[in-house]
């Protein structure tokens, strides 16, 4: 069984910057990507960021030039850097990872989500 955990989260002011961790463990098959993604109240969960096993990396249009992801595969563990936060950042930040099982079937696992709350 894959799990995540993330780790990072808090409340910053705008303009600050927090670094969000997801460490990872279990056994994967195939791995196809990693991502980040958020959660705003009362919406849809949303793409942040998403890098390929070719380390071809994504972002939403709305963290490009502010937003980070990077991956220590020595330790297992993705990261998220946030500079320059505004208040429309503030979401339940969750790690994904896209993977594929022994009988080639995708499957995707979540972690449980972590709190970035931009305020002044």
């Known amino acids: 069984q894959v799990q995540l955990v993330e780790s990072g989260g808090g409340l910053v002011q705008p303009g600050g910057s927090l670094r969000l961790s997801c460490a990872t463990s279990?056994?994967?098959?195939?791995?196809?990507?990693m991502g980040w993604y958020l959660q705003a109240p009362g919406k849809q969960r949303e793409l942040v960021a998403r890098?390929?096993?070719?380390?071809?990396?994504n972002y939403a249009n709305s963290v490009k030039g502010r937003f980070t992801f990077s991956r220590d595969n020595a330790k297992n563990t993705v990261y998220l850097q946030m500079n320059s936060l505004k208040p429309e950042d503030t979401a339940v930040y969750y790690c994904?990872?896209?993977?594929?099982?022994?009988?080639?079937?995708?499957?995707?696992?979540w972690g449980q989500g972590t709190q970035v709350t931009v305020s002044s």
């Open positions: 994904n990872v896209d993977t594929i099982t022994t009988t080639w079937a995708q499957r995707i696992y």
């Open positions: 279990g056994s994967i098959f195939g791995l196809r990507a």
């Open positions: 890098i390929t096993m070719d380390d071809s990396t």
